[in-house]
């Protein structure tokens, strides 16, 4: 293996947060970060994307994206869309229940190096089931600004019979898996991590586990001798489910321990993967928090439609001609510019709606602006009241559409806002994504 | 400009709920009240315009001057189907008076037709706006949700409309509980508008117009022709289109108070009419008030006050019942009903009853001006008219 590092890292985790009657209902803690009614896994791949810098050409594209209803190529060409995405050398899809080592693991061994996106878009499998933190996470590896992978590791092992995937059904059982999982397979893991890397336990800030069942981790902390154990999401998703979250995490502590650092992270589930994290060259700098914002409640929720059983009202009939010729502007968002009069304008067109000038070119349009005015919309088809929103946007050009779901208060005219690629609708059987308006900071 | 043209024959249908009568049956009822109105049989006439603004939404009639040519037994003869949102109506007749102005015809009858009740609501406006849309551009986009958008920007910018959009819907209940052939014939008191159940906005349910079934004809011939009878000069008439279909909200040209649509039409339709001080000329206005705040903004977009001041001009009772410029005597799209293709048609048939002296207890006295303002999708287009009495007092005068 040679050494890989990670130039670049920023992740998204939605700020969404079961109400009292779903977390009683499911189970649930109430601090499980979970998607927003109009959230879904491209839509936290998209927001995991914008806070990495833009390139033109990205390499190998490594993507796990389980939860999304689109296919691998529509999540890169609307990512392309609106250029949060370089031109791919390729698109390399993962396994749904790859985890965050080995993602560093096939990169590790890439002759160029690529953009690795994991995404976690989580709900329960069933009533009852709780929920189970989702989040996404985008790499770019390159110069090991913010990490250097210094080892990885698989197992690929069928010891015991009794491993599932989902939650155990009871608290004895729990405890077996835990046992049988991370003792002996945690250690040996562990162990081959640490001589590939050099290391010992003593230089480790700590350990990331993601696994099928909730860790004690002061427990596990103490039988490893290291500081700390940390179980990313939660711990109550199967291998590979909370990847997003351990990638985070990992690349959060060691940040956290300073420039000499080294965290490994260990996927648990039929054997397992890991890697060992060290510090990278940027290590002294604090680097921005992932995109979150304040806690927002889920009252759009009904139980049916948290589980994904509720019935969409159907939308419209859509021509794919229309959608092939219009969508990718749309998604920039693009507008045009009018070379005679200057003036600014969305959506994109073929004259200057300002002077009547056809000379006009495309133009990407900035994404944030001042609310210009709004109305609170009752007879839109939704279980709660959808603020539509005009918004004259910084640098020209003016956008009209949907506020996002359960924003933490109504859009005031004069309110500094932002756009956010968000999921409309689904119609002719597609997802469809336009930019919605949530409040800017 | 040409010679004046004029209406000699005016007539509507009652505007309401009528599962009993088709598009076909209010067509025929309607023209053979205006015929009748003007004197003339439908033999004189030797060209026809129909406004309808949705077919195949409503029902599947109206979608080409057959709808209109058939249930009367027009045969032989040119007619043409108008479609301008709202504004189809008034749009007709400024096709009616272009063409009897370059004398492609003489007689000319305009119809406006429109049947919205055979599908709820649900099934009409709503899925037109939601799920006929654009795939995205227009997603969430509601009419009340529209002009709701100008409620809040007004708001914003001139303070709460709230107490000038229940004056307008007190106002054109109460003139609605007098017209015959309103939808609504009842008043509604302040209480009743603000506690009636939101729609967009501060626009409740008692702000909105409602959809309605309806139609109206005028018979028009050029001045020269009407033979001294009672008549109505469209002295100016313009449309104006100004913002795109799915990309009004996105414009920037829209300063969300009003629209520029009508303020173009109507500056066009005063030059040609020689108004230069609307509130002062104009004796009775039918405007576009699909809503309580399309009133108040289409006030000031219509030059009768000043930016800003449309609040204060309908609280001042001006626009009402003895005020010095009533509006909407036939109780507007608010209580008469919003037949969409019927309500440009509408407004000059209920402006020709002013000016000859047959509105009844409606009656403004002395009424000699009119004027007629539809306001077409949202914010997209609108056509001015300016009506007046052109009978045998003005000839003689």
Partial sequence: MHEVGIADVSGYVPAYRLDDYLTRETASSPDVSVPGPDEDAFTLMWESLTGLPRVEAEGPVLLRVPDSDIETRALVAHARSNGVLGEPAAVIPLAPDAGAPDLLALAARLAQPGLGLLVD????????APATASAAAAVRFGPPRVARVAAVAARHT?????????PAPDQQDARFVEEALVAVEGDALLADLLK???????????????????LRGARWAKRWEVPSVWQAGGGTGGPGASAAHALLTALDRLRAAGPDGAVAVLDLGWGGGGAVLTAGTDAAEKPAEPAAS???????????????????????????????????ALLGPTGYRCSDCGGIGFPRAGVCELCGSFEVADRPLRRTGVVATHSVDHLFDSSDPVQMVVVDLDGGGRFFGQAVRDVPRRLAVGDRVRLVLRRLHTASGLPHYFWKVDLDG | ???????????????????????????????????????????????????????????????????????IGMHGRPVTRVAAYCASGLDAIRQAVAALRAHTCDVALVVGAEKMRDVGPRGSLVMQHVNRGHPVLSKGRTAPGIFGLVAERYRAVYGDPRPAMTAVAMKNHAYGELNPRAHFRRAVSAEQVEAAPPLSGPIGLLDACPTTDG??????????????????????????????????NTSSRSDLLGFESTRSAAASAYEQAGVTRPFDEIDVVELHDCFTITEVVNYEDLGLCGKGEGRDLVLSGATGPGGALPVNT?????????????TGVRMVVDVCDQVWGRAGVRQVPGARTGL???????????????????????AAA
């Avoid at chain 2, 249908?13 to 439908?42: C, P, S």
């Avoid at chain 2, 036939?330 to 019927?342: Q, R, W």
């Fill in chain 1, 121 to 128: 878009h989580r709900r329960p499998a069933g009533a009852g």
């Fill in chain 1, 158 to 166: 069928l010891t015991f019979d009794r491993w599932r995937t989902g």
């Fill in chain 1, 196 to 214: 590939a890397a050099g290391r010992t336990t003593a230089d480790l800030a700590g350990v990331v586990v993601t696994c099928g069942t909730r």
């Fill in chain 1, 294 to 328: 304040a806690a927002r409640g889920t009252k759009a929720y009904g139980l049916a439609a948290w589980h994904g059983r509720a019935t969409e009202a159907p939308g419209p009939w859509t021509s794919p001609a229309e959608l092939w010729r219009e969508m990718p």
């Fill in chain 2, 1 to 71: 400009m040409g010679e004046d043209v004029v209406a000699i024959g005016a007539a509507s249908t009652k505007f309401g709920e009528f599962f009993d009568r088709g598009y076909a049956d209010l067509v025929r009822d309607v023209v053979r009240a205006v015929t009748a109105d003007a004197g003339i049989t439908l033999a004189d006439v030797d060209a026809a315009w129909l406004g309808t603004a949705f077919a195949y939404t409503y029902s599947d009639e109206g979608n080409a001057g057959t709808s209109l040519a058939e249930p």
């Fill in chain 2, 215 to 248: 139609a109206a004809a005028l018979v028009l011939v050029r001045e020269s022709d009407s033979h001294g009878r009672r008549a109505a000069a469209i002295s100016g008439i313009a449309m104006s289109n100004d913002l795109g279909y799915f990309t009004a």
């Fill in chain 2, 330 to 342: 036939s109780g507007g799209l608010k209580a008469c009903g919003h037949p969409i293709g019927a």
């Fill in chain 2, 372 to 394: 007629a303002h539809a306001l077409g999708g949202p914010g997209s287009l609108a056509c001015v008219a300016v009506v007046t009495d052109a009978g045998p007092a003005r």
